[in-house]
């Protein structure tokens, strides 16, 4: 999942990009972390709600495809951001919120382990190895996840191979090259839902493989939509209002049921074409005043919300079972406690761990300055 637009321009060191925010794809981010909440929390109910909600995470990848090449695109084409440079940059941005998630997941997974004893400390702790290293679990075949202890990580893991397979490829990215797997991307797509009747995989162990057909066209045609980027033209509100509430309508609806259409083909629709098209004109809206604001609070919590949501939902579950309340207002209480959870984590622990990062990098880069300076003889 793509960072903040214009917080990626300024970790991307050692030559940052000019200051610069896309306000509309941080509204949209954070309405698509918000459906994907919403999901989940259906989920809990009813495991065929919402059908097309899971497709906010190929929204998430044609945005963070956007992003990369706003933020990293020239540096790292021209040599002026090394390779390494670039994974730091990313690893920096979507780690601490990914492993904090993750341990979270850890914590309500030792339930399993203390209270129920249905996994073993030793399993559980090699979950947890493989989770922290962004790998599938092969353990616990009672539970198809390939992320046991948080099962959003599974969308990180392909965001973290796809950035991988960028820094190797985005300095031969030339506009063929680019188009070239853009298609390759396209045809996974078909192949996937062909296989599946719907656009679906990555999730468990069992389809993991199938990550790479949702996470390559996304990607490489959100750079490709940021290279054929408009100007950002004048404000529009209802325009910017039209597209947050298309972009909620399209992963809310099940057309299958109101229509009859075959999910397979409003899968595809989606993410071969409306995903792209939507954010090729978000990202010529500027957004001022109230309204930039909503968009930045919306697209500062939308990471947080979507990655620490499952342990806190878990939990939820579990206390559902004791706690007499309707099952709408507890929805909307587990909604609550993971908006704030995600709000705390990012003010408390992502923020400033983030700040921190930056003054290092900054000093990393500084050092090999002043040794050279040192070195240069003073002449009487």
């Given amino acids: 999942m793509a960072g903040n637009p214009r917080n990626a321009a300024k970790g991307s060191t050692p030559a940052d990009t000019a200051p610069m925010r896309f306000g509309m794809l941080d509204a949209l981010r954070g309405i698509a972390a918000l459906v994907v909440l919403a999901y989940h929390l259906m989920q809990q109910h009813s495991l065929s709600a919402l059908p097309h909600a899971g497709l906010a995470v190929d929204f998430f990848y044609t945005l963070s495809g956007f992003v990369i090449a706003f933020a990293y695109d020239a540096q ?41 004893h249905t996994v073993t400390l030793g399993d559980a702790l090699l ?50 090259v680019l188009l070239g797997l853009v298609g390759l991307g396209a045809v996974l797509v078909v192949a996937d839902i062909a296989h599946f009747g719907r ?27 940021f290279r054929w980027r408009r100007t950002a033209r004048t404000t529009r509100p209802l325009l910017a209002l039209a597209l947050c509430a298309v972009l909620a309508a399209a992963l809310l609806a099940n057309p299958a049921q109101a229509f009859g259409l075959d999910p ?22 500027p957004l001022h005043g109230r309204a930039a604001q909503v968009a930045q609070w919306l697209g500062l919590l939308s990471y947080p919300i979507y990655i620490l949501q499952g342990p806190v939902l878990r939990v939820g579950v579990e206390l559902a079972r004791h706690v007499p309340l ?55």
């Avoid at 397979?264 to 809206?285: H, N, R, T």
């Avoid at 406690?337 to 408390?348: G, L």
């Fill in 76 to 116: 790292v084409r021209d040599g002026r951001l090394s390779r390494a440079g670039f994974a730091r940059a990313r690893a920096r941005r979507l780690y601490p919120l990914l492993a904090l998630g993750t341990l979270l997941g850890f914590a309500v997974f030792l339930g399993a382990v203390f209270l129920r």
């Fill in 127 to 176: 979950a947890l190895g493989f989770a922290l290293a962004l790998l599938p679990c092969p353990l616990f075949p009672q539970w198809p996840t390939a992320f046991p202890l948080n099962m959003a990580a599974w969308s990180l893991a392909f965001e973290a191979y796809v950035n991988i397979a960028y820094a190797v490829l985005a300095r031969f990215l030339s506009q063929r």
């Fill in 264 to 285: 397979a083909l409003y899968d595809g629709a989606l993410a071969l074409a409306g995903f792209p098209v939507l954010v090729w004109l978000a990202a010529a809206i």
């Fill in 199 to 225: 656009l679906m995989g990555g999730t468990d162990k069992a389809n993991f493989a199938f990550g790479a057909a949702r996470v390559i066209y996304p990607f490489f045609a959100g750079i490709l939509v």
């Fill in 326 to 380: 309707p099952a709408p207002a507890f929805a909307l209480a587990q909604a609550g406690a993971v908006i704030i959870i995600a709000w705390a984590a990012n003010r408390w622990f992502d923020a400033p761990l983030q700040a921190w990062l930056r003054r290092a990098d900054r000093r990393r880069l500084a050092e090999p300055a002043t040794r050279h300076e040192s070195a240069v003889p003073v002449r009487g």
